[in-house]
């Protein structure tokens, strides 16, 4: 993969530096000089346009073909990540006490990690967190609660720590189902925060990248096409059209560049979120202490008692 996209980064420098020696042969046979009167022209407007269009049918097609040719590359990121989670997710055997693992244990864990994080940023104790919020409101003064002693907090690290338990007691974390399917840089978060993420960090990295990588192209290409006069000959028609023709090209051939590199950047992004799954699954087969539940007769007891309850509290009445 590396290696494809130096011989790219090479082929783009060795066309770039032909294109720049074109415009040497042609300035040095017609003299040229920058026109900003041009500029606003109707003639000027249709050479923004054809060059906009030029540079992003050219970015967004080669993207296209550069997601799907990388993905067919064996050696490719997304190819190896796809293979090693089909070989991942066929040792799952019963997906359902899987699904009890990641609501049960992987999610529980990280949102534990959640709060571990903001307690020490906090500079607060761990052992707070386990207090309800009326014990955790007397902490205005050192306490003994149960068998353990707290020292004092400030109001403002009360109120810190309750907002921290709100938060965290009401984070969402993605549906089981995603680390069962492929379909769907390094950062200091846990399993369920990077998952959470994935959509909008492709849609910020596309954004992002398509945005400069098309202005890049756009303003090289606008530089050479828009703002030449050619004082030798009447309209100056046949260096105009020169240097239309090679800004064009310019245009075209740094775009279908920087769009096959925004294709591959997304394979390898997907590739990235394919080899947490992975984590995931390995995660749960490395856990020996999990023991799955009956959920249905989980929730037959729960009713049961929550029908006990009514009946005494009727008999009270």
């Not at 997601?67 to 050696?75: G, H, I, L, R, Y």
């Not at 040792?91 to 359902?96: H, L, Q, T």
Request: glycine share 4%.
């Amino acid at each position: 993969m590396k290696e494809v996209l130096e011989n790219k980064k090479i082929l783009l420098g060795a066309m770039t530096m032909v294109l720049v020696l074109a415009i040497i042969v042609v300035s040095s046979f017609w003299p040229f000089v920058l026109d900003p009167s041009k500029i606003g022209t109707a003639e000027f407007i249709t050479d923004q346009i054809i060059i906009t269009a030029i540079t992003i049918l050219a970015t967004i097609s080669m993207m296209y073909v550069s997601q799907a040719s990388n993905a067919k590359n064996p050696k490719s990121e997304i190819a190896r990540a796809k293979v090693e989670f089909s070989i991942s997710i066929a040792k799952i055997k019963e997906r359902s006490v899987f699904s009890q693992w990641v609501k049960k244990v992987l999610q529980r864990d990280d949102r534990q990690d959640i709060a571990e994080k903001g307690m020490l940023k906090l500079g607060i104790d761990f052992s707070v967190w386990y207090l309800d919020e009326k014990e955790i409101r007397s902490l205005t003064v050192a306490q003994k609660i149960g068998d353990k002693f707290y020292k004092p907090l400030k109001k403002s690290e009360i109120e810190g720590v309750l907002k921290l338990k709100k938060r965290v007691n009401a984070k969402k974390f993605v549906s089981p189902n995603y680390y069962m399917s492929t379909k769907s840089f390094m950062q200091k978060k846990n399993l369920s925060q990077i998952a959470a993420g994935e959509n909008a960090k492709k849609i910020l990295t596309v954004v992002f990248e398509l945005t400069f990588k098309i202005l890049l192209s756009l303003i090289g290409a606008m530089i050479f096409a828009s703002l030449v006069r050619d004082l030798t000959q009447k309209g100056g028609s046949t260096a105009e059209a020169w240097m239309r023709f090679l800004s064009r090209m310019f245009a075209y051939i740094t775009s279908s560049f920087l769009g096959y590199m925004i294709g591959c950047k997304i394979n390898d992004l997907d590739a990235f979120y394919i080899t947490k799954r992975i984590e995931a699954h390995t995660l749960y087969l490395e856990d020996k202490t999990f023991k799955p539940v009956d959920e249905a007769k989980e929730a037959f007891i729960k009713r049961v008692q929550e029908e006990q309850v009514m009946i005494e509290m009727k008999k009270e009445d």
